[in-house]
């Protein structure tokens, strides 16, 4: 299966800052079929970024996805305090589906 | 909007099997577009995948399973009633997780894939 890792773990950044993200996986995923989700605490995921760089409905531009094989990042400007979160990559390039384990961003 | 619900007991013994059913509204789970699909959260970790399962038409429904819970695991579909459900038997300490019920649209953009529809997420604690 695909492995993905998340990096950093924890980020702390500032309102107005810029937070980079990373997904790595372990081999390529296939047509970068690629989904990013937002976790705020005590909810459920949203999905953010598919397809590596499409924004679902609704998402602010703010929110950008890029990458493509195995390296994959997600890129949030002008940080608001309600973007606290953890942050999900999944793949779905092959079966089983799988996760990374998040990057916490803490907005101070 | 498509809602999903899950429900079921929040407390299962050791050895014992963990039900837990989905609700759908708002949509149909008939509909070829869509992965029915369960997705656990172990406390303090990441997101596993446990398993989905897809209609075909016509009682033909098309399972997948996490293989590292394959012979634990039975996932189901009532088109009649709207619902899906997620069976795992043999339960231990590590299967306490939050679970969530969720929708995969594979037809973004004509062949991606996200899950853009979740439940709000059941806790489901293994002990006796």
């Known amino acids: 299966e695909i492995v993905l890792t998340q990096s950093p773990g924890t980020l702390v950044l500032s309102p107005g800052e810029r937070a980079t993200l990373s997904c790595r996986a372990s081999q390529s995923v296939s047509n970068n079929n690629l989904a990013w989700y937002q976790q705020r605490p005590g909810q459920a995921p949203r999905l953010l970024i598919y397809a590596a760089s499409s924004r679902a409905t609704g998402i602010p531009d703010r929110f950008s996805g890029s990458g493509s094989g195995t390296d994959f990042t997600l890129t949030i400007s002008r940080l608001e305090p309600e973007d606290s979160a953890v942050y999900h990559c999944?793949?779905?390039?092959?079966?089983?589906?799988?996760f990374g384990l998040g990057t916490k961003l803490e907005i101070k | 909007q498509v809602q999903l619900q899950e429900s079921g007991p929040g407390l299962v013994k050791p050895s014992e099997t963990l039900s837990l059913t989905c609700t759908v509204s708002?949509?149909?789970?008939?509909?070829?577009?869509?992965?029915w699909s369960w997705i656990r959260q172990p406390p303090g970790k990441g997101l596993e995948w446990v398993g989905h399962?897809?209609?075909?038409?016509?009682?033909?429904?098309?399972?997948y399973y996490n293989p590292s819970l394959k012979s634990r695991l039975v996932v189901t579909l009532d088109t009649s009633k709207n619902q899906f459900s997620l069976n795992l038997r043999s339960v231990t300490a590590a299967d306490t997780a939050l679970y969530f019920c969720?929708?995969?649209?594979?037809?973004?953009?004509?062949?991606?894939?996200?899950?853009?529809?979740w439940g709000q997420g059941t806790t489901v604690t293994v002990s006796s």
């Open positions: 399962i897809y209609y075909r038409g016509t009682t033909n429904y098309d399972p």
């Open positions: 969720a929708r995969v649209n594979f037809n973004l953009r004509g062949y991606y894939y996200a899950v853009d529809v």
């Open positions: 708002g949509g149909s789970v008939s509909s070829v577009s869509y992965y």
């Open positions: 999944q793949q779905f390039g092959s079966l089983p589906y799988t």
